[in-house]
Each structure stands twice: as structure tokens, then as C-alpha cells.
């Protein structure tokens, strides 16, 4: 099993559609994929109640039971878990960092989002340093240089990779989250689907190509 943390400490960045988006692309690629909905708001387990399939299975959990929620997931033959955060300041987020085997951080790419990033990266040292990525989202379809100069901001100045993969502005998504789907099972051969799905690819290759750590190993640490 292993694990892919949205965080960020703005709210409205695409953390629970970025979520959302990648538990149902996971599932669709034949994995056994559970989300942890630790956010108050509970957006993700809303989402859940309005939808009429019964995967992917989400869980709203308090963000202090995280290591029991994520042993149960693993018991119950979960292959993948994806944990949505609150986006403000609260401990969902370090918790949620600590048990991750990789972190993803969607933002827009206006300088007042970008600027929250430092409080994102201070969350990852305090978390022991899981892999993480930003992950461009709202982006205008035709701004190619607007891209470019977020890539080179978010990695010179704030010190974090980004994805290759980024999320436009797409209507898609919004119309999904209201019908309980994702932009996937509106339009499998649509322009928003391609991209949550091209980011699970990479998300899921990224996290097989590493060795080593892995969260039932953090999971047994924190135990001893
Ligand atoms: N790429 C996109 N294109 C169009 N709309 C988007 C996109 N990404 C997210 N949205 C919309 O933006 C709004 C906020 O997204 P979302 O709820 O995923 O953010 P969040 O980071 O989880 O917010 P919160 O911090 O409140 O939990 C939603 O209405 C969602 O449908
Ligand atoms: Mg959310």
C-alpha cells in the first residue's frame, strides 16, 4: 500500500478535486484505492454521500487516528490511499505529510497562492521531508509562458519541484463535483480527464520507482 497527501495551506487550491480526481483514476486503472477525508468540512465524504458508486471508498477520519485509519485501510486490501487536508492551519496537514509516501500540492499560480508555498515547504521539514510536488492548477488552456514562469518561481524561489503534469480551468471539474463524479466519468476522452489521469500515472510511477520507505515502515516505527 502506499500513500499520496494533497496539502496546502490555502484554501480553494484543488486539494479535494486533485483528491477526488486521483482516487478514481486509480480505480479505473484496476487498483484497490481508499480516501482518508481529514478535513472538517469533510468535502470529499460529502462528495461520496452524492455519488452513486460505490468506489472509490472514502472515510472521514480525525486526523489524531490517522495511523489506525490507514492500518485499517491496509487490512481491508487497500492497494493506494489518497488523504485530502484541511486548507488552513490546522494538524491534518503534518499528520497527513508525516504518513505520505509522496505529496502533492495543487496551487494556482497567481503570486498570492504561490506565496503560501513556504508555509507548505515548513510543513514537509516538520513532516521529516516526504517527496513532494506542486501541482499547477487552474491554469488558462492557451498560457504556456504563464506555466513556464510558475515552474521556474516555485522552483527557484520557494525550492519545490513541480509536476509535469498541470491542471487547467476546465468546467469539468466543478460540473463533476456537483453529480458525485469526476471529470473522468463525464468525459473519459475529455481534456480534464487526460490530465487526472496523466497525474495519477506519473504519481503512481514516481512513488513504484522508489525503494526503501514506504508507509507501513513509518507506520511500524511509530509503533516501536
Ligand atoms: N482545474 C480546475 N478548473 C476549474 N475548477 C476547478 C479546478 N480545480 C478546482 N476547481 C474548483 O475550485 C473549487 C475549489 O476546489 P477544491 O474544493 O478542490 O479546493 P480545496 O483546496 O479542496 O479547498 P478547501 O481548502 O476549501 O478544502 C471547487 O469548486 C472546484 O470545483
Ligand atoms: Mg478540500
Redesign the pocket.
Known amino acids: 500500500m502506499f500513500t499520496i497527501s494533497l496539502l ?1 495551506q ?9 483528491a477526488l480526481g486521483l482516487a478514481v483514476a486509480a480505480f479505473r486503472a484496476g487498483k484497490v484505492v481508499a480516501v482518508i477525508d481529514l ?1 472538517p ?1 469533510a ?1 470529499a465524504a460529502n462528495w461520496k454521500d452524492r455519488r452513486s458508486d460505490n468506489n472509490p471508498a472514502v472515510v472521514s477520519a480525525q486526523s489524531s487516528r490517522l495511523k489506525q485509519t490507514l492500518t485499517a485501510a491496509e487490512e481491508m486490501g487497500a492497494e493506494i490511499v489518497i488523504i ?1 487536508t ?3 492551519n490546522d494538524d491534518s496537514a503534518l499528520n497527513a505529510a508525516r504518513f505520505a509516501d509522496l505529496v502533492l500540492i ?1 496551487t494556482r499560480t497567481n503570486i498570492v497562492e504561490l506565496e503560501a508555498l513556504p508555509a507548505a515547504a515548513d510543513i514537509l521539514r516538520l513532516a521529516g521531508g516526504p517527496k513532494a510536488f506542486v501541482v499547477l ?2 491554469v488558462h488552456p492557451a498560457a504556456n509562458r504563464q506555466v513556464a514562469e510558475a515552474r521556474e518561481l516555485v522552483q527557484r524561489t520557494f525550492g519545490l519541484p513541480c509536476a509535469p503534469i498541470h ?5 469539468a ?2 460540473d463533476a ?1 456537483t453529480s458525485g463524479r469526476t471529470p473522468q466519468e463525464l468525459d473519459e476522452d475529455g481534456k ?1 480527464a487526460g490530465e487526472l489521469d496523466a497525474l495519477f500515472q506519473f504519481s503512481f510511477e514516481f512513488v513504484n520507482s522508489r525503494t526503501g520507505e514506504h508507509v507501513q515502515d513509518r507506520i511500524a516505527a511509530s509503533r516501536a
Open positions: 496546502g490555502k484554501g480553494g487550491t484543488g486539494k479535494t478535486t486533485v478535513d468540512q468535502s485530502d484541511a486548507g488552513r495543487p492548477n487552474g491542471l487547467c480551468h476546465r468546467s471539474y466543478a463535483m480534464a
